[in-house]
């Protein structure tokens, strides 16, 4: 805890000397805590015409400020040994909150192994199968990302993607028994079939022309609007996968 007297204290600082004293304790660490290298910096600011008319500063100070820098890095590293408690199944829970179903289970990478997941490339929006996750990482936003090798491709496809707006439960294909399943207003992955590239883009359904048929074949069309771009195309079951239950 920080009394009132310290933040004065660091309320002295000018923007110039805060952002090197920043950049100082990136390049050598907890090397800025030493006494020596705290008087020397605190004599050099105190003698800069940047000062002129403000007070001097004292070492305490400068060493107050890297002791609140140093216990700001080290929660951020805490943070960063728990992400691994945020991977968990997210079998039959909210995929469309990852970050909440994640905290109620422990995990580690290893059991995401044994999952069916997918994730959204932002290269091109589009959501590919996950073939295994190889990292993670918190960042300063406090925004939890994994390193995904998408299933198919090599290491150089791999990316880091966002866990809570990229990452959810492997979507599902559908039989053709399962049409009704399909709802106006529903969030689908859809398979978008174009002259150059096929994807699997997010699309909802704006409507449906539902046909008379048997368990063996849909011929219902249904009429969906990409996400990504707002266009609309009418597709078959075959072309739909839907969203886990909830």
Excluded at 92 to 109: A, F, I, N, Y
Excluded at 187 to 210: F, G, K, N, P, S
Aim: net charge negative.
């Amino acid at each position: 805890m920080v009394d009132n007297d310290s933040w004065d204290s660091l309320s002295e600082f000018t923007l110039a000397e805060v952002l090197e004293m920043e950049n100082k304790y990136k390049a050598i660490g907890d090397e800025t805590l030493n006494e020596e290298f705290c008087n020397n910096l605190a004599t050099r600011f105190s003698c800069s015409s940047n000062r002129l008319g403000k007070s001097t500063i004292t070492w305490q100070q400068v060493q107050l400020f890297f002791q609140e820098k140093q216990m700001e890095v080290q929660t951020q590293q805490e943070s960063s040994a728990m992400a691994l408690k945020l991977f968990v199944d997210l079998s039959g829970e909210d995929s469309s909150k990852p970050l909440e179903v994640m905290q109620k289970r422990k995990g580690t990478v290893e059991d995401l192994k044994e999952l069916s997941f997918e994730a959204r490339s932002a290269k091109d929006y589009a959501w590919y199968d996950v073939e295994t996750f190889l990292n993670y990482r918190v960042l300063c936003n406090g925004e939890l990302e994994v390193r995904v090798r998408f299933a198919g491709f090599d290491k150089a496809e791999d990316e880091w993607v966002n866990v809570e707006t990229a990452v959810r439960e492997r979507s599902i294909p559908l039989e053709p028994s399962e049409c009704g399943m399909v709802n106006i207003g529903d969030l689908v992955l859809c398979y978008l079939d174009r002259e150059y590239y096929q994807l699997y883009c997010d699309a909802h359904v704006v409507d449906i022309q539902r046909q008379t048929h048997d368990d063996k074949g849909c011929t219902c069309v249904f009429v969906v609007c990409y996400d990504h771009d707002y266009s609309e195309e009418n597709v078959s079951l075959e072309r739909i996968c839907r969203r886990p239950i909830t």
